[in-house]
């Protein structure tokens, strides 16, 4: 079964920083791009930023470019979100996405994580 | 950045009811690169159709997707009580990927 499972999320002051991690199993990881998607509770879906399968595109939503990096490692079938600079507009609950077919940047996500709550607070 | 737009925001059916939903972007979506997805409350996104007409898999038919360039759109033939959710549309065609803000279908 595939599978997605989000970690690292809390509560953080404004201006720290928090990284993410996205564990995956039960596919062949190095072969997918992943993405990650947030969710402010009670509004819509919002794409964060994505990492190809060899880590050669990335993308950035403008809200988080020179704040949010992406990093993978296809050893340990994991992808991290570095979160720098954080703002209490970025409190979200956070997925992770595999995209939906291998090789390519440009997929649909499929599966999701069930998501990690990140609060940016004082 | 692709900008898409969903209506209505909230479509009010009964069961047994025919449900249609729209995404337009704002630029043409290329290779038909759009996806539809389904979000119930406390739950992750699930992928139901892609490639603007292509259903995931173990999604039942009634669920169907249409549409090209600017214009697509997701039908409902008959709505069962499990399909009161959250529709999103998606364009995964850029590298910056963008989400419709989601139609509601409820219960009448």
């Known amino acids: 079964e595939v599978q997605l499972v989000e970690t690292g999320g809390g509560l953080v002051q404004p201006g720290r920083s928090l990284r993410l991690s996205c564990a995956a199993s039960?596919?062949?990881?190095?072969?997918?791009?992943i993405h990650w998607v947030r969710q402010v509770p009670g509004r819509g879906l919002e794409w964060v930023i994505g990492?190809?399968?060899?880590?050669?595109?990335?993308g950035y939503a403008d809200s988080v470019k020179g704040r949010f990096t992406i990093s993978r490692d296809n050893a340990k079938n994991s992808v991290y979100l570095q979160m720098n600079s954080l703002r209490p507009e970025d409190t979200a609950f956070y997925y992770c996405?595999?995209?939906?077919?291998?090789?390519?940047?440009?997929?649909?996500?499929?599966?999701w994580g069930q998501g990690t709550l990140v609060t940016v607070s004082s | 950045e692709i900008v898409l737009t969903q209506s209505p925001g909230t479509l009010s059916l009964s069961p047994g009811e025919r449900a249609t939903l729209s995404c337009r972007a704002s630029?043409?979506?290329?290779?038909?690169?759009l996806a539809w997805y389904q979000q119930k409350p406390g739950q992750a996104p699930r992928l139901l159709i892609y490639?603007?007409?292509n259903r995931a898999t173990g999604i039942p038919d009634r669920f169907s997707g249409s549409g090209s360039g600017t214009d697509f759109t997701l039908t409902i033939s008959r709505l069962e009580p499990e399909d009161f959710a959250v529709y999103y549309c998606q364009q995964y065609g850029r590298s910056t990927k963008t989400f419709g803000q989601g139609t509601k279908v409820e219960i009448k």
């Open positions: 039960g596919f062949t990881f190095g072969n997918y791009a």
């Open positions: 996405a595999k995209a939906g077919g291998a090789g390519s940047y440009f997929n649909w996500f499929d599966p």
């Open positions: 990492i190809s399968w060899n880590s050669d595109t990335i």
């Open positions: 490639g603007a007409s």
């Open positions: 630029q043409s979506v290329s290779g038909s690169y």
